[in-house]
């Protein structure tokens, strides 16, 4: 309700804002509105079109598509998203690898999908992204399910509900 209640000046004064409100809508499963949101912001601020901040768009629209079923176009948009982010920029980085992780286990890709779920739970333990780091749990669990390791993928689902204790990520 905050951000929606700012101006819309001020929103394109600081695009992070833009990015969090896109985040939100996300979240909610508003993801053509999100994508509404992320082109007219880009269409207003010619500086967002290439950089970092474009990198971070690319990065949740890459999750908006997967989670709209386009594995493609999310494909698309997290290679670009891990070409131009720095390496510093965390939470986009593990967005996108997270996505590409999921689209290489839609194709079926199960060994390339593992591993880049693995990679996902390492940076998001590494910078406290817990709910990143539970994602990648389970879907290295149904990964290695599919595989046919079946005490494998159970020790991945105790190491899942262990995270969920640790962090309190009950809900």
Known sequence: ESLKSLPWDSLLENPQLVLLQAWLMQSQHRYGEVNTLLARAEHEIKAIREGTMHAEFNALRAQVAINDGNPDEAERLAK????????GWFYSRIVATSVLGEV????????RSLALMQQTEQMARQHDVWHYALWSLIQQSEILFAQGFLQTAWETQEKAFQLINEQHLEQ
């Open 80 to 87: 670009l998203a891990l070409e131009e982010l720095p390496p």
């Open 104 to 111: 290489l286990h839609c194709k079926g890709e199960l060994t």
